[in-house]
């Protein structure tokens, strides 16, 4: 079955809230941007290592937020070990099960999985997710950057450290998912 190409694009705020933007765009949805402050606990991780589709779309889909960043006068956000971690968990998680959310098929939320990052402490987080059928970065990052919400994240400035998770399931709704989850100190 040939997939015609569909995007979607999500931020949660507590309130899952629809951007007006959102109609717009056929296939295209938006939410407002999720935002947390959470308290670093001492864990032990209760996930192991995640495996990527592509290690190198991860860089460089981190090379152009950080691009989008330098050319708004932000400075770069250096790659996260564990939000690379969590995020990998996130974008696996919604290829291999065909949806599509903040929230994982388990039910935990975007909240609860920064409670998982062990070894690395931040005052606050941010998430965005994107998914589209043709595994382009370039598309992601005008999409990113064409949404208030998803911008605002992206150029935050309190944002120190980011990870990319890029995971793919040809068997799956949109193919290509990313999750980028943002840290800041």
């Given at each position: ?15 899952i ?18 935002i ?24 460089d ?25 969590i ?15 903040h ?14 990052i ?36 992206i150029l ?30």
């Amino acid at each position: 079955m040939k997939r015609s190409p569909k995007i979607v694009l999500a931020l949660v705020l507590v309130l899952i809230l629809s951007h007006p933007a959102a109609a717009q765009v056929p296939g295209y949805t938006s939410y407002l941007p999720l935002i947390a402050s959470a308290p670093q606990e001492s864990c032990a991780w209760p996930i192991p290592p995640q495996p990527t589709a592509s290690e190198q779309v991860e860089l460089d889909t981190l090379a152009a937020i950080n691009a989008q960043r330098s050319a708004h006068g932000l400075p770069p956000v250096a790659r996260s070990a564990g939000l690379t971690r969590i995020a990998r968990f996130h974008s696996n998680d919604m290829a291999e099960n065909n949806f599509f959310s903040h929230d994982g098929s388990a039910g935990e939320t975007f909240f609860e999985r920064m409670t998982w990052i062990c070894d690395e402490s931040y005052s606050s987080y941010g998430e965005i997710i994107g998914a589209n059928s043709t595994g382009s970065i370039d598309w992601m990052i005008e999409l990113w950057m064409d949404s208030p919400g998803h911008r605002a994240i992206i150029l935050g400035a309190g944002y120190t450290h980011a990870g990319v998770g890029f995971a793919y399931d040809p068997d799956s709704q949109y193919g290509y998912y990313w999750t980028v989850d943002f840290g800041g100190r």
